[in-house]
């Protein structure tokens, strides 16, 4: 029978829910158990889509097309299992789902409130698809405490009631501060965010102590006694260098012993099967230090590009190569932070700030044959620039900023409508009005990328309105050196453009580093960074 895993934070946010969740499910699945990972977020939006990344981190979009929390990239990332759209919810949905049932009439007149119906739709959602698996780990998101996530907390104290103790556990992560004027660990915070839970109706089965140094004994028995929990599943989290090692630590620790010890399940653990531990090993080892800048607007929160730097650190495990990742603003790097790079990414993004900076970045790449991949947005700019100073149409722009007379980028319906690409016009409300999720491309023979896939049709994550005008401007791109190497599989939407007589210049359509993996990285980062390794 499916065994539930709950995972709840205290004391504050980012302890490292998302990384515990996914750890936990790595150590799991080394164990030779099948996992679900599932999220439950606690914000009102509808779905991640529309949320600054400023202030929540990147996006990421599942291979069914859903805009989630960034903790659903840990999970693949770790685990290696693609999530789908019944792994992430939000508290929005939750409302969403129960007033439209409302409104049809479901719940025949009777008064819709928090406790049956919003608890319903939410037991509904974690327990879906659950018998497929030995455990369903499920984070909720936000500190114990918040008050848009009791719901989740109370739909979580009715499954344990519904199933036993039998079938669910609930990991409590929180934090044991250090006061470095006493010189101690203090373990009121801990033994506070386990009350708020009792006062819930919610015990905490086992406890994991993030704490930037070890935690003495007597401070791990007193917080066995007054938070109710057998010492020996008081584990200490201490911060690791590398994410990657996190699962190791975590079972040197003894969790994944105590959580199987606790539904009595005692498989053998393969350590060779903890793929991402053994991976971030390889970073260690490489002697060429790569250095490679990633232009972006985003940089006040380095999370907004999680993704895009755990991809490009996969290629450096495959490549046993160093890595000195330099961090770019659009809108105000110099052509002397350019000069020092082996090689750049240009980020994805939405708007005008910053493009004409990620223009210039991309015809120094150009120009003095710097290694380059485009993402996205820098796809599209790359096609702009190569427009504008290669072709020789100095107007070439983007209807996404402004009209423009040579509207190289623009939305599908603004140029013409290609059956099964349906985009909304400008106007209308912006949440899932893109091209999201996995899509198929056809690859160039010959091209650089046909060789770098070794393959000829690929399948690649989506999130964006806009497309390159290929109607229009593809003949003068592809007479003037830029090839339209993939393309959609009816030929007309292009998906990603090299130039010829260059080291490495590509742009895709597409977010590669969605896909990219410790154990299996992205073949694009590491043609770029074996590209930009010959620059040293």
Not at 219 to 231: D, E, G, M, Y
Not at 482 to 496: A, C, F, Q, R, Y
Not at 508 to 534: I, N, T, W, Y
Request: with cysteine.
């Amino acid at each position: 029978m499916t065994k539930f895993v709950f995972i709840t934070g205290g004391v504050c946010s980012s302890l490292g829910k998302g990384i515990t969740t996914a750890s936990l499910g790595a150590l799991l699945l080394a164990r030779g158990y099948t996992v679900k990972l599932r999220k439950l977020e606690q914000y009102l939006n509808i779905d991640s889509g529309t949320m600054s990344p400023i202030q929540h981190g990147e996006v990421f979009v599942t291979k069914d097309g859903l805009e989630t929390d960034l903790d659903l990239g840990h999970y693949e990332r770790f685990t290696g299992i693609d999530a789908t759209k019944d792994d992430y919810i939000t508290m929005g949905m939750v409302y969403n789902q129960v007033l439209k049932k409302e409104r049809r009439g479901d719940y025949l007149g009777a008064t819709v409130q928090i406790i049956p119906h919003v608890t319903d739709e939410i037991k509904q959602f974690i327990t879906k698809d659950s018998e497929v698996v030995d455990f369903v780990l499920c984070e909720i998101g936000g500190t114990v405490g918040d008050i848009e996530g009791q719901a989740f907390l109370e739909a979580a104290r009715q499954i344990r009631i519904d199933l036993g103790t039998e079938k669910t556990i609930f990991v409590h992560l929180t934090l044991i501060p250090y006061m470095s004027t006493s010189g101690e660990t203090k373990t009121k915070p801990t033994q506070h965010s386990v009350k708020w839970l009792q006062s819930l109706g919610i015990q905490p089965d086992l406890l994991l102590c993030r704490s930037e140094r070890d935690i003495e004994k007597n401070a791990l028995a007193k917080i066995a006694l007054f938070c109710n929990v057998p010492q020996k599943r008081v584990i200490i989290g201490r911060t690791a260098e590398d994410i990657y090692q996190v699962p190791l630590m975590y079972h040197e620790a003894g969790l994944d012993t105590e959580v199987c010890s606790y539904f009595n399940m005692k498989n053998n653990v393969n350590l060779n099967n903890i793929k991402v531990s053994v991976a971030s090993r390889k970073e260690k080892c490489g002697s060429n230090i790569v250095k490679i800048g990633i232009v972006g607007k985003y940089l006040e929160l380095k999370d907004a590009y999680k993704s895009l730097i755990e991809a490009i650190r996969h290629a450096g495990f495959a490549l046993n190569a160093s890595l000195e990742i330099h961090y770019l603003d659009s809108e105000k790097y110099t052509k002397k932070d350019l000069s020092i790079l082996n090689a750049i990414v240009i980020a994805g993004g939405f708007g005008h700030r910053g493009a004409e900076g990620k223009i210039n970045a991309i015809q120094y790449a150009r120009e003095n044959k710097v290694p380059l991949l485009g993402i996205c947005l820098g796809m599209q700019l790359s096609v702009i620039e190569f427009l504008r100073h290669v072709v020789g149409i100095p107007k070439a722009g983007s209807t996404e900023f402004e009209k423009t007379p040579e509207p190289a980028i623009g939305l599908i319906t603004e140029w013409e409508h290609f059956e099964g690409y349906k985009t909304k016009g400008s106007t209308q409300q912006k949440g899932g009005t893109m091209r999201l999720g996995a899509y198929k491309c056809e690859l160039k023979e010959n091209s650089l990328v046909a060789q770098l896939y070794n393959h000829h049709t690929i399948q690649e994550r989506h999130r964006h309105r806009y497309e390159v005008n290929k109607e229009r401007y593809g003949a003068q791109m592809e007479a003037n050196g830029m090839i339209i190497s993939g393309t959609s599989p009816d030929g007309e939407l292009p998906e990603i453009v090299e130039l010829k007589n260059h080291p490495f210049f590509v742009g895709v359509q597409f977010h590669p580093e969605l896909k990219s993996r410790p154990f299996e990285p992205h073949p694009l980062f590491v043609g770029l960074l074996k590209a930009g390794m010959d620059k040293i």
